[in-house]
């Protein structure tokens, strides 16, 4: 049986004895319906894996004594920011799950004049926090112990201008050339995916002026949250660990 994977918002040292915060106490607890004795692997987001056991286990909380600490090498050497264009109903979430599973260090929702999702104040504030939730999540899934940034949602315009030594991209049909003709000196990308509609001609400009690079993914035109998926899995084949 695989040790599940269970995240910490707190420090970890190996020879303490812990409690789990009540997600992950009613996850171990009652999701899971694990005792005392078994083993379980925790991760903070430092890049590290604590095996632990369970000391108690209650339905609302998990204590653990901690037996080490391990440097998980499952981190990318593509260092790999996704500004995403907000997407509609689960499509933003199925996309942020898997993208975490490809490698994605860091992800800036976006709001674009075709985003078509409208969002503000609390209805904003919880939805980030669900995402960064998601993220946790598949990181635990995944094996990741470096948890990726979900960046408070910006305009779009105000992202692309941001500063960076990253090779900026943007996905479009006319582009001369795919991924796999790309050079890359520092293994940085900031990926532009855009919404359902696809970008204005506006933003099409602006991009261009912001210096980014248009790739090509093939003749077929392909959804938001299938674009997104596609484009990372082929920058993690020719810059990444995949493959």
Request: with cysteine; glycine share 8%.
């Amino acid at each position: 049986m695989r040790v599940p994977r269970i995240y910490h918002t707190g420090p970890i040292t190996p020879g303490q004895v812990l409690s789990l915060d009540d997600d992950a106490s009613a996850h171990v607890g009652r999701v899971l319906r694990m005792s005392s004795g078994e083993q379980i692997s925790l991760f903070n987001g430092d890049g590290k894996d604590y095996p632990a056991t369970i000391v108690s286990a209650g339905k609302k909380a998990v204590d653990v004594h901690v037996l080490s600490a391990m440097d998980n090498p499952s981190e990318s050497p593509l260092d790999l920011h996704l500004g995403q264009v907000i997407s509609r109903g689960d499509r933003m979430d199925f996309t942020l799950q898997k993208s975490v599973e490809l490698g994605v260090n860091t992800i800036t929702p976006l709001f674009s004049e075709r985003c078509g999702v409208k969002l503000s104040g609390d209805r904003l504030e919880k939805k980030l926090q669900q995402w960064q939730k998601i993220v946790i999540s598949a990181c635990e899934q995944s094996g990741r112990s470096r948890v990726p940034e979900v960046r408070p949602v910006m305009e779009l315009a105000a992202w692309c201008a941001e500063p960076t030594t990253a090779l900026k991209l943007n996905l479009h049909p006319r582009a001369a050339h795919g991924i796999n003709g790309l050079e890359l000196p520092n293994n940085k990308v900031r990926l532009l995916i855009g919404p359902e509609g696809g970008l204005s001609e506006q933003e099409i400009a602006m991009t261009e002026t912001q210096a980014f690079t248009e790739v090509l993914l093939g003749p077929r035109v392909l959804r938001t949250e299938t674009a997104a998926l596609t484009a990372i899995t082929a920058l993690q084949l020719r810059f990444g660990d995949l493959g």
